[in-house]
């Protein structure tokens, strides 16, 4: 199947390369178009079926990646950094890594959404994958660019004591230390263009004692900033200081 417009194609084609992708020869064009259309743009061909599809090759993709690189880690192992390799978090980072924004249709009024960027890139990711594993019914198209990117990835949390879900780990750890769990106190900042990120600011308090703060463009994302810092500055401690950290 082809695209009508070759400009769009040219487009995709770029973007291909960029990810990584040798031989285009296989490629379903119209499939990768539709990968890259928000439902804002069309209610009948967009990218919600292949990012369902999408999702799912990439966590098979991340099962299979984990498991031949370390072979010997228990299955919670697995599951506990695929987690963190498949989450829109890290798959929009990626996304925007490759600049996928600028090939997706949408409409003006959707991208000007700053508070949706995060789950919009995650599905256009996803929905590539899904393109590339429909035109073929394999993984041919995806594994040989796509498990350095998760590899590098899973590395990282594989080294993380917390794997990088720093409010877990810290609540497991006062749990066991200190028989309590931390609570959290945020504040919602009104911000300039451009500093979403900082848009909530949250410490994390255990008993009278607080252990951190962070900054997120969410509520959970400043939740986990704060335990972040909590986690790295009391972990390896028995006793928490009896003054507040500043």
């Known amino acids: 199947m082809t695209i009508t417009d070759p400009r769009r194609r040219i487009e995709l ?29 069309s209610q009948k061909n967009n990218y919600e079926q292949l990012e369902f599809v999408g999702d799912a090759v990439v966590r098979l993709a991340a099962a299979e990646l984990l498991k031949e690189t370390y072979p010997h880690l228990p299955v919670g192992e697995y599951a506990a950094i695929r987690s963190v390799i498949v989450s829109d978090r890290f798959l929009a980072e990626v996304a925007e890594q490759y600049g996928v924004e600028m090939y997706l ?39 040989y660019w796509l498990d350095p990117i998760l590899s590098e990835k899973a590395a990282q949390v594989h080294a993380d004591p917390a794997r990088q879900n720093y409010k877990d780990a810290l609540q497991e750890w006062t749990q066991r230390v200190h028989k309590s769990l931390p609570t959290y106190i945020v504040q919602e900042h009104r911000l300039n263009k451009g500093e979403e ?17 962070g900054r997120g463009a969410t509520k959970k994302a400043s939740h986990q900033a704060a335990a972040k810092q909590a986690f790295y500055a009391f972990v390896n401690q028995d006793n928490i200081s009896s003054s507040p950290k500043k």
Not at 120 to 143: C, H, N, P, Q, V
Not at 202 to 213: H, P, R, S, Y
């Open 197 to 213: 990120n900082e848009r909530f600011l949250a410490q994390v308090w255990l008993k009278d004692q607080m252990l951190g703060e």
């Open 13 to 41: 084609q770029k973007l291909l390369k960029k990810l990584g992708l040798i031989d285009l020869s296989k490629v379903n064009w119209t499939l990768l178009d539709t990968a890259l259309t928000h439902p804002s743009v």
């Open 105 to 143: 249709l949408i409409t003006p009024n959707v991208r000007g959404d700053r508070m949706g960027r995060i789950s919009r890139l995650a599905d256009a990711f996803e929905a590539i994958l899904g393109a590339l594993y429909e035109s073929t019914k394999t993984m041919e198209l995806i594994r």
